[in-house]
């Protein structure tokens, strides 16, 4: 065909549009022959998904106990380090409740003296009728009475330690707080959000700060529950990171996951109803990147990154 396509020229005519037509359909059926033949070779090696994103180990700063919030000493996007002081209560209300409490140990400790006191006084009242009642000298009522009174002491002086206990114990409560009055960064990180400001009162469990450690990120990915299967613990993958122009990061599959995402969705389908609709689910899977290529580019990372995955399952 060719060559009458080039005879045809070589005579200075034109070729026919049939010639044409040919000509173009084997162009055609090459080209998908290659593609088919590309799509093959790689069919089965390869897994992709642009459903995948940059996660890190977050902490929720909060307080233990209501409070206003007297000062915030770090603000959106600061690093801290874990220790650090980043918040302070106000502690007006619990230093009062402290020299209230102090006092209530004195009274307990005072009250206790005076049980002491009096048991002993009925100890020996017990002991001078009970020698007198054995030489029948006073009434076994006045005998009766002498024993009660001292069984009463004894109580009496064991409610007194009891109180003492009881009083430290709400002191220590108290003293605990004003520890907790100082809110601390419980791990290295950057402040990725400020939930108050200085003046607002927060509730115990409320959040103040949002901490993300961007040194230890991975890709949480999610892939078609079809793809599953081929996936494995230790597979490679190649990262494309959207935010800088497509930069290129190696890394590992380090979990696979043990649900699907679905199930963790703030309204699960239903699918007992009778307008069930077959979908596809993705099951999340862990990727972490290369530390050499992290160390080379610290803090560009962050949490909530779009990327890009081609994990090699071959």
């Known amino acids: 065909m060719a060559d009458q396509i080039l005879e045809t020229e070589e005579r200075g005519e034109e070729p026919s549009s049939k010639t044409r037509m040919i000509v173009i359909v084997l162009g055609l059926v090459a080209v998908a022959a290659v593609l088919y033949v590309l799509w093959y070779l790689k069919s089965g090696r390869e897994v ?8 890190a180990d977050k902490a929720t700063i909060s307080s233990k106990y209501s409070g206003r919030v007297a000062s915030l000493a770090a603000s959106e996007g600061a690093n801290v380090v874990s220790g650090q002081v980043i918040a ?4 007006s209300d619990l230093l009062a409740q402290k020299e209230q409490a102090k006092a209530s140990v004195s009274f307990a400790q005072e009250s206790s003296k005076l049980a002491k006191v ?24 006045q005998y009766d009475h002498a024993k009660k009174a001292f069984q009463s002491a004894k109580v009496q002086d064991s409610i007194a330690q009891a109180q003492i206990l009881t009083s430290q114990a709400q002191l220590g409560v108290i003293e605990t707080q004003l520890g907790n009055a100082e809110i601390k960064a419980p791990m290295d990180g950057v402040v990725a959000k400020k939930w108050v400001l200085s003046g607002d009162v927060v509730t115990a469990g409320q959040a103040i700060y949002t901490v993300y450690d961007i040194k230890n990120v991975w890709i949480a990915a999610n892939l078609e529950e079809t793809k599953f299967s081929q996936l494995s613990v230790g597979q490679t993958a190649d990262i494309t990171v959207d935010a800088y122009g497509g930069m290129k990061l190696r890394g590992k599959v380090s979990q696979l996951g043990s649900n699907t995402a679905s199930q963790f969705s703030l309204i699960p389908s239903s699918n007992a109803s009778g307008n069930f609709t077959k979908v596809t689910q993705r099951i999340p899977i862990k990727i972490t990147p290369d530390r050499d290529l992290l160390e080379k580019n610290p803090g560009k990372l962050l949490p909530g990154m779009s990327v890009e995955v081609l994990v090699k399952t071959k």
């Open 48 to 55: 992709y998904t642009d459903d995948a994103f940059i996660d």
């Open 88 to 91: 302070i209560l106000d502690t």
């Open 118 to 141: 009096n048991l002993s006084k009925a100890e020996e009242d017990f002991q001078r009728v009970e020698a007198q009642y054995k030489n029948k000298i006073v009434a076994k009522e």
